[in-house]
């Protein structure tokens, strides 16, 4: 029977060989698809990968109320600020 020390020098030697038939394969598989896409034309919408940019970013809603105390302001959606919670909101908005 194998010592520990004997099998594991195996494992590693048999994870090499593996590492290395990966990358041939890898590399072959890679070069036979991209025969395929070049002998057919394929483009990338048609696999399913879009070159779409993004939908830009939103921009920043412009503040509706503002503290006098600290300058903080609130643009009027999502959760209301503490320093607003209970107060009449008329009393903070800002004049246009």
């Given at each position: 029977m194998?010592?520990y020390?004997q ?12 590492e ?16 395929k ?14 070159t ?5 970013h ?15 302001t ?10 607003l ?12």
């Amino acid at each position: 029977m194998a010592t520990y020390k004997q099998l594991t020098a195996q494992l590693e030697k048999l994870q090499k060989e593996m590492e290395q038939a990966r990358e041939q394969e890898v590399t072959q598989t890679i070069a036979e698809i991209k025969q395929k896409i070049a002998e057919y034309g394929i483009t990338a919408e048609e696999l399913g990968f879009s070159t779409k940019a993004r939908a830009p970013h939103k921009a920043a809603l412009p503040p509706k109320y503002r503290n006098p105390k600290t300058g903080e302001t609130w643009s009027g959606r999502g959760r209301a600020p503490a320093w607003l919670a209970g107060k009449n909101r008329e009393k903070f908005l800002i004049g246009e």
